[in-house]
């Protein structure tokens, strides 16, 4: 079913990063009006130009007082400052429209601006931006997790249909285990196919992320489709010996991959275990190897190695 814009809107953005930038120019596509972008860095700067041709850039207080909805997508620790500062200022008045793109926030910290009687509404992506036109199609069928008061819920579904997502509620009490599950689910696994990628260079792979590609896009449509029932490998096989080989490699030539490889085995075994598949007499062996292993293992954190 095709989607029908609502009324057309005047829309002030604060914070053009990767999100920002991308959200302002689909909900642009759809017929609203991008009044005013605030950006400091100069990657904000081109991304404006390159995603926003000529909209303006000026202050927060100012895009705030030109929008009928101000689009806050700044970082999360910075959002409850700017929040605040918008509010005390004025520049975010009764009857406007405030929405943010946090994953872990929800309302509590839009209060100051709801104290003046602004209408509030959190908005979170569940996507990773490139903050170029790439993302622009990507939005369509993306999942938005919302949390707003009972009387913004219509509204705020609108925008998300708007920008051609999906919405999912979220109770304000769940906001930061919802951010969670996605941080643990994206942020990490680019952290596990890096790490991969490196373990397979050190093999001599010419091209480890093309040789990943194919086995980790079916890994991750099973996972989806089958859970914990997708597992497959030595551990899950209770292959001891063959862990205990991986253990000796990366130890000898991927040290720094060492840490990661542990953890993750240590919860697929309880996964294992729980779901029958693997005898915990295998499981308490293939353990004790995860932990000596690490125990034997000198790594220093990178942000150690940085400041040597």
Not at 35 to 50: C, F, L, Q, T
Not at 59 to 73: G, N
């Amino acid at each position: 079913m095709t989607h029908t814009p609502r009324a057309r809107l005047r829309i002030g953005v604060v914070g053009a990063g990767r999100v920002g930038a991308v959200l302002a120019a689909r909900l642009r596509s759809a017929g609203h009006e991008i009044v005013a972008a605030a950006g400091e860095s100069d990657a904000s700067a081109h991304r404006i130009a390159d995603l926003l041709p000529g909209v303006p850039t000026e202050k927060p207080s100012a895009v705030a007082r030109r929008a009928d909805l101000l689009l806050l997508t700044v970082p999360d620790d910075m959002l409850g400052n700017v929040v605040s500062m918008l509010s005390a200022s004025g520049a975010i008045r009764e009857g406007q429209h405030v929405v943010h793109t946090s994953g872990r926030h929800g309302l509590d910290v839009l209060a100051p601006a709801q104290e003046v009687g602004a209408r509030i509404a959190a908005m979170h992506p569940a996507m990773t931006f490139t903050g170029t036109a790439l993302d622009l199609d990507r939005l369509d069928g993306c999942v938005f997790g919302l949390t707003a008061p009972d009387a913004e819920r219509a509204f705020v579904a609108d925008l998300v249909a708007d920008l051609g997502g999906s919405p999912m509620w979220v109770p304000e009490s769940s906001r930061t285990l919802y951010h969670a599950g996605l941080a643990h689910g994206a942020n990490h696994l680019v952290t596990l196919v890096t790490e991969a990628m490196e373990m397979l260079t050190a093999a001599g792979a010419d091209d480890p992320a093309g040789t990943l590609r194919p086995l980790l896009t079916a890994a991750l449509d099973n996972a989806l489709e089958h859970g914990d029932a997708a597992l497959t490998g030595p551990i899950v096989r209770g292959d001891v010996n063959t862990v205990a080989a991986h253990l000796e490699e990366i130890a000898a030539k991927a040290p720094q991959t060492m840490p990661s490889y542990v953890a993750l085995g240590r919860a697929t075994l309880g996964r294992a275990v729980t779901d029958g598949r693997l005898l915990p007499i295998r499981a308490l062996k293939i353990h004790q190897l995860l932990t000596e292993a690490l125990a034997e293992t000198t790594v220093a954190p990178v942000f150690q190695r940085d400041a040597r």
